[in-house]
């Protein structure tokens, strides 16, 4: 299991919003790989999977239409990140369902990646984008 992830400043889109709804998916993840390490995933996977979905959904939701308000260029592409994501996110829950008993390390290995590629490199393209223009 890699190293945990957790939020720090260096996460930061400087956008509040939208770092309260990172931090909140954070907290999520920081609560499954707590609950591998302690052995007790199959517990809380099925809650940590939905709050992932919810999440995700809200939050793709809300990155998209600041895009879209102040015209960043690359929204389709960042668009496709997140349907890729949630595409992911429909196969770790289908299989979650299936009874799959590797589905809660493989997720958690899976979200840490994704936050750490996506955060720290595609969010930051939009990022200083939006903030060049006010948002905060």
């Known amino acids: 299991m890699e190293q945990p992830i957790r ?3 260096s996460y930061s889109v400087k ?3 939208l770092d309260h709804q990172h931090q909140r998916l954070f907290r999520t993840v920081a609560e ?9 995933a199959d517990y809380v996977i099925d809650e940590v ?23 960043f260029p690359g929204l389709a592409a960042h668009r496709r990140d997140h349907q890729m994501l949630a595409q992911k996110l ?4 289908l299989s979650n369902l299936a009874g799959r008993p590797d589905v809660p390390a493989a997720l958690l290995d899976f979200l840490q990646d994704w936050l750490r590629e996506h955060i720290l490199k595609t969010d930051r393209e939009y990022s200083e984008y939006l903030n060049a223009r006010g948002v905060r």
């Open 15 to 17: 956008i509040a919003e």
């Open 32 to 40: 499954l790989e707590y609950a591998v390490r302690m052995g007790r």
């Open 7 to 9: 939020w720090d400043f």
């Open 90 to 93: 429909t196969k770790f829950n």
């Open 49 to 71: 999977l939905e709050k992932v979905i919810e999440h995700t959904i809200s939050h793709f939701a809300a990155e998209e239409n600041l895009m879209e308000q102040y015209g």
